[in-house]
């Protein structure tokens, strides 16, 4: 077994100097993002955000009120032939009444809840036709969305379905990844970050056969972001 | 003229017999550098982009001590077992010990190119495990019982009818030839295996020394799958694989993507810190991380040392003219391309891998196209001159440049060849113009491509009898 100490040593050894230990990367005045963007407005961010995920096949959809989020899901529910449905156990979930709305249109629906078994969860999520989690934020150059994965919004749910859904607030769209990492770094430099980060881009892909696209491959085949604009 | 050259030049022969392969390769390298081109104006500022993502490999480089240990440390401080392993035998040796102790009788991988350099899988079957490549590609490839031959598109060599004839196999049926049906079929083989297995192994893109946490990049959603259902994680990283922060994060995300494919981002990024925690549902029990040396230790210090930069997106394999006409087989090393002609003599030793840095044209599109700078046509230069220096050099290139020397160095010989070498020529001429096949020395280059026949008369002659007239017009 090597040792660590011996293992570090030999590279500062080859480097030429002393050991160095909590070394930080310096501060850059300028970045190359700092000119990006910089005359858009919310509504330019949401059409970007759109547009780059309508590139990828995924669906972008707006609604304004409580009613038109109702009629999308009913819509997702049929052209998609939605059976069963996986949720996170989340509290804005919750206050849109998601649970409610999936099960009065017949659909079968369990909440990914802590307290459960995961053989149960995972067992569940991997039939499920759709799985539903919320996005903590939007990232209109790329149409990505991004999510903490712990405790009751588990991993599965965002993977194993063949159909995902996020449900992104429009004021949470930011113009590109340089926000995401910023937020991830806070996060650790704060409360400190979960076993599990994700951003997620359109549906599973493959360019692996001849060079020729191959749409859900391991992950969800369709993604769905419904952003809340109201 | 040693073995392995020979064992090259037979490689190199069969690639570029090989039609497919080189349609293939011609219409992959077009497309792949298509989209960088196009993503990179969209993106703009693409110098400015390089030199910041440069800054920070430079950087983290120059202080990986450092940063390894900070890394190891917040890893630990999550719960990860953190694992330093100078060569491929230590990594090979913790990663099956642990399979043993786990009872493991399934291995699920994600693409890692370090696992390929360690030749983990042999190590693992031989004791017994089964171990199942999880990216499509890779499925391929490790079903036809080959290795990848591009860093991205492991399987770029494979026809969908050879596809198809190996899924079949698996399926007991046969299956149709079509890219989507063939995907469909992977997807359900392989959740199973997910399902089923006892050990996930991913490589790592990034490790992120402030957090501990390991960064993979993936489209298919298999990275995410390997990290998120067996009960043991086990991460392979070369030990450059180093980012500081998240946020320096950036540039290096912003090109990697866009270098490799021409994607803005891949379909998955995902950040992993620890094993789950206690109120997790989902995800591995336990998180290993191999630190991987196996000679990258003895190129820190040498003027080789920003060969450490790459963030492995193939991008030079994609503007290599050589690589365009032998494919990432000829190479013969778990690297190809540009990248793999330096990298693979100094991880190696110029013993083995002398006739790599001559599988270049020196045009220098690699190096102008690498997203973190990295100076490849130069080094090739320089792997060269090791080569020489060293007294590696081929017998035939010597005799070659002692002939070259003799005959620059002494006027009146050189004048004599120079004047004959047209009618010496001759008998190896296609029509008037073109050498086809050389005799000795020349055999070489005309083996792979034609030589202009030289001219009738040296410069010399010719001035002798025209220049005056053109300089009295």
């Known amino acids: 077994m090597a040792d660590r100490e011996q293992f570090l040593k030999r590279i500062a050894d080859r480097l030429g100097r002393d050991r160095r230990h909590n070394v930080e990367l310096p501060e850059f005045q300028e970045n190359p993002w700092d000119e990006m963007y910089a005359n858009y407005a919310e509504e330019d961010y949401l059409n970007l955000f759109i547009e780059n995920l309508t590139a990828l096949t995924g669906n972008a959809l707006k609604v304004t009120n409580p009613t038109e989020l109702s009629q999308t899901i009913e819509g997702i529910i049929k052209k998609e032939n939605v059976k069963t449905a996986i949720l996170w156990k989340e509290k804005r979930l919750e206050e849109l009444s998601l649970q409610q709305a999936l099960t009065e249109k017949g659909v079968f629906v369990k909440v990914w809840d802590s307290a459960l078994a995961e053989t149960e969860l995972v067992g569940f999520a991997e039939q499920a036709d759709i799985g539903f989690t919320f996005a903590e934020m939007g990232l209109a150059e790329t149409g990505s969305v991004l999510l903490y994965n712990q405790g009751d919004l588990g991993r599965s749910v965002s993977l194993l379905p063949r159909v995902y859904a996020a449900i992104l607030r429009k004021e949470d769209i930011k113009p590109r990844v340089t926000s995401a990492l910023k937020q991830i770094r806070e996060k650790h430099q704060t409360i400190g970050l979960p076993s599990l980060i994700n951003l997620i881009t359109g549906p599973s892909r493959s360019a692996d056969i001849e060079m020729s696209l191959s749409i859900g491959v391991h992950g969800p085949g369709t993604v769905y972001v419904i952003v809340l604009d109201y | ?473």
């Open chain 2, 1 to 473: 003229m040693s073995k392995n050259q020979t064992a090259f030049q037979e490689r190199v022969d069969k690639s570029l017999n090989d039609d497919f392969l080189r349609k293939a390769l011609v219409a992959a390298q077009e497309k792949l550098r298509n989209g960088k081109k196009e993503q990179s104006e969209i993106l703009g500022n693409w110098e400015n982009w390089r030199k910041r993502a440069e800054q920070i490999r430079q950087h983290t480089i120059e202080n990986l001590d450092s940063y390894l240990e900070q890394f190891a440390l917040n890893a630990e401080k999550q719960g990860a077992k953190v694992f330093f392993a100078t060569d491929k035998t230590e990594a090979v040796e913790y990663i099956k010990s642990l399979a043993i102790q786990k009872k493991a009788k399934s291995i699920v991988k994600s693409k890692s190119m370090v696992s390929e350099e360690i030749h983990l899988n042999q190590a693992l079957e031989s004791a017994g495990i089964e171990v199942v490549e999880t990216d499509l590609g890779e499925y391929i490839i490790q079903l036809a019982k080959e290795t990848p031959s591009h860093i991205i598109v492991p399987a770029i060599h494979k026809t969908k009818e050879q596809v198809a004839e190996l899924f079949s196999k698996v399926a007991g049926e046969e299956l149709p030839a079509d890219p989507q049906e063939l995907a469909k079929f992977a997807r359900k083989v392989l959740r199973e295996k997910f399902l089923q297995a006892d050990i996930g192994v991913s490589g790592a893109n990034f490790a992120v020394a402030e957090s501990g946490s390991i960064v993979l990049f993936s489209n298919e959603g298999n990275a995410r799958l390997t990290t998120t259902l067996p009960k043991t994680h086990v991460v392979t990283m070369g030990m450059e694989r180093i980012v500081p922060n998240w946020e320096a994060l950036d540039s290096l995300l912003s090109l990697l993507p866009r270098s490799a494919t021409g994607q803005k981002i891949t379909s998955y990024v995902t950040g992993v810190t620890g094993p789950k925690r206690v109120g997790d549902v989902d995800g591995p029990e336990e998180m290993h991380i191999v630190i991987i040396d196996n000679g990258r230790l003895k190129i820190l210090g040498t003027e080789y040392q920003d060969i450490l930069h790459c963030i492995r997106c193939g991008a030079c394999l994609n503007h290599c003219p050589v690589y365009r006409h032998i494919g990432g087989h000829a190479y013969g090393s778990v690297y190809p391309g540009p990248i793999g002609s330096v990298l693979t003599p100094l991880l190696n030793g110029l013993d083995e891998w002398k006739e790599l840095p001559y599988a270049s044209s020196l045009c220098g599109a690699c190096s102008e196209t690498c997203p973190v700078g990295i100076p490849l046509d130069n080094y090739l230069v320089k792997l060269r001159r090791d080569v020489v220096e060293t007294g590696r050099a081929s017998k035939l290139e010597k005799i070659a440049f002692q002939a070259f020397g003799f005959a620059t160095g002494n006027p009146s010989f050189y004048k004599l060849g120079v004047n004959m070498a047209d009618s010496a020529l001759k008998p190896f001429a296609k029509g008037e113009r073109y050498l086809v096949k050389a005799p000795f020395v020349l055999k070489n280059w005309t083996k792979v491509k034609d030589l202009p026949m030289p001219p009738k008369l040296s410069f010399r002659q010719w001035w002798a009898k025209e220049g005056e007239k053109q300089d009295g017009r």
